[in-house]
């Protein structure tokens, strides 16, 4: 560089001007680079964090301004050909908007952010099986610079006999992660891999009907216990398998994909006598296809 010319430290585009023999550069505001925006659901920038629901979740904002500027606005938009979208709002209690824009105050804010339900679309617009909408934020003063940005999940409980066969698959392998046909690091403390080892056996099944049976099963306790102990299954689940939820089933309607060898088990008739543990003498009356990884199940 020769004397007389000055440096530019900014990495931007600009024009020269003449004026006698020394250049002039002119940079407009908009080609000031923007700081980063972080997005963080639930307060977290973990992965496990983007998966939301129906009801509105905290979405914390966190950034600086060169410019001094310290109005952002969050958006969303679909991945991967999705129809899930998010809804915005200010706090709870306020009108969801698709977009909404947000006064930082020392470089934070705090808003609330749901999954749009969508009565009539697949799922009622849930998310299909993983992570398929972004939500961005841009400073308002430079709305075409996308400053920050996290993906979610619109994760619900979905009807199973909708499932995709990825989704059904993903469901399949979490369960027989519980059921300690498969190891998985989320569970160190489980026995080496073998059908019947997993805690499925040793907490799902055993508190089921061990000691807690009466009180489960026989006064008022019976909904909300079931109900936490769905949750707790879910929950466990979802450390095998982050993307899954807990399919139901409504027996009020016919199901042909569920009541399958692919997924949870063909049947033939439908036994009079209680099914007994496998070598014990009792007729199969569940056929699995080689690849469903229930085809190894055992409880105990």
């Not at 023999?21 to 972080?38: A, D, F, Q």
């Not at 709305?143 to 994760?155: D, L, N, Y």
């Not at 879910?234 to 398998?241: C, I, N, P, V, W």
Request: hydrophobic residues 35%; proline residues 8%; positive net charge.
């Amino acid at each position: 560089m020769r004397c007389g010319q000055r440096h530019l430290t900014v990495r931007t585009s600009f024009k020269f001007q003449a004026i006698g023999t020394r250049p002039n550069y002119l940079i407009t505001k908009s080609h000031i680079p923007m700081s980063k925006i972080t997005l963080k659901p639930f307060g977290s920038d973990q992965p496990e964090a983007g998966y939301i629901a129906w009801s509105p979740v905290p979405l914390n904002i966190e950034g600086s301004n060169p410019t001094g500027n310290t109005s952002v606005t969050l958006r969303s938009r679909p991945l991967n050909n999705s129809i899930s979208r998010v809804l915005f709002m200010s706090r709870i209690g306020a009108v969801p908007v698709e977009e909404l824009e947000v006064t930082l105050k020392n470089g934070l804010a705090s808003v609330y952010v749901a999954g749009k339900f969508q009565p009539g679309k697949r799922h009622n617009g849930a998310s299909e099986e993983a992570k398929d909408v972004l939500i961005e934020a841009v400073w308002s003063d430079n709305s075409h610079e996308v400053a920050g940005s996290v993906e979610v999940m619109i994760r619900v409980r979905k009807n199973a006999n909708d499932l995709s066969v990825k989704a059904r698959n993903d469901f399949l392998d979490a369960l027989a992660t519980l059921n300690g046909i498969k190891s998985h690091p989320a569970f160190p403390n489980q026995p080496p891999a073998g059908p019947g080892k997993g805690i499925y056996v040793t907490d799902f099944v055993g508190m089921h009907v061990g000691s807690a049976y009466s009180s489960a099963h026989g006064d008022s306790h019976f909904l909300p216990w079931h109900r936490l102990y769905l949750l707790d299954l879910e929950r466990l689940l979802q450390k095998a398998r982050p993307e899954v939820s807990l399919p139901y089933w409504r027996f009020d309607e016919p199901a042909p994909n569920v009541f399958t060898e692919e997924f949870m088990g063909a049947t033939e008739h439908i036994p009079s006598n209680t099914p007994q543990l496998p070598g014990s003498g009792t007729p199969n009356c569940v056929t699995f296809s080689l690849n469903n990884p229930l085809y190894a199940w055992q409880i105990g």
